[in-house]
Nanobody, 118 residues
Framework: QVQLVESGGGSVQAGGSLRLSCVASGIIFVVNDMAWYRQAPGKQRELVATIKIDGGTNYVDSVKGRCTISRDNAKKTVYLQMNSLKPEDTAVYFC????????????WGQGTQVTVSS
C-alpha cells in the first residue's frame, strides 16, 4: 500500500518560513519523481516544485528564489523549504510521486495546510 504522509504545515506571518516534509512508504522511492502541489480555496491544484530521480529540480515562477525542493532517498522523504512566505502562498500543499521505472502510477498524500497572514 502506497502512502505519502505530509507534515510541517502551519500558520505563519508574511515573511516567515516553513519546511514541509513528505515521507513515502510502499514505493521504491529512488525511482520516483517527486513533486509538491498546492490548492488554494476556489482554485485549481497547481504544481509548485518537482525533483526528478536524477535530482533535477523545477519551480513555478511564483516561488522561484523563495522555495527549495530536496529529497533524501535513504529516508524516503521529500522536503519543501519555503522562505519569505506571502499570503498568496496560503493553500493545502500535497506531495506527489510518479514512478519513472517499472509500474506506472500517480500517488498523492492527504495534504498539509499552510496559512500565511499579512
Amino acid at each position: 500500500q502506497v502512502q505519502l504522509v505530509e507534515s510541517g504545515g502551519g500558520s505563519v506571518q508574511a515573511g516567515g518560513s516553513l519546511r514541509l516534509s513528505c515521507v513515502a512508504s510502499g514505493i521504491i522511492f529512488v525511482v520516483n519523481d517527486m513533486a509538491w502541489y498546492r490548492q488554494a480555496p476556489g482554485k485549481q491544484r497547481e504544481l509548485v516544485a518537482t525533483i526528478k530521480i536524477d535530482g533535477g529540480t523545477n519551480y513555478v515562477d511564483s516561488v522561484k528564489g523563495r522555495c527549495t525542493i530536496s529529497r533524501d532517498n535513504a529516508k524516503k522523504t521529500v522536503y519543501l523549504q519555503m522562505n519569505s512566505l506571502k499570503p498568496e502562498d496560503t493553500a493545502v500543499y500535497f506531495c506527489n510521486a510518479q514512478p519513472r521505472i517499472g509500474v506506472k502510477g500517480n500517488y498523492w498524500g492527504q495534504g498539509t495546510q499552510v496559512t500565511v497572514s499579512s
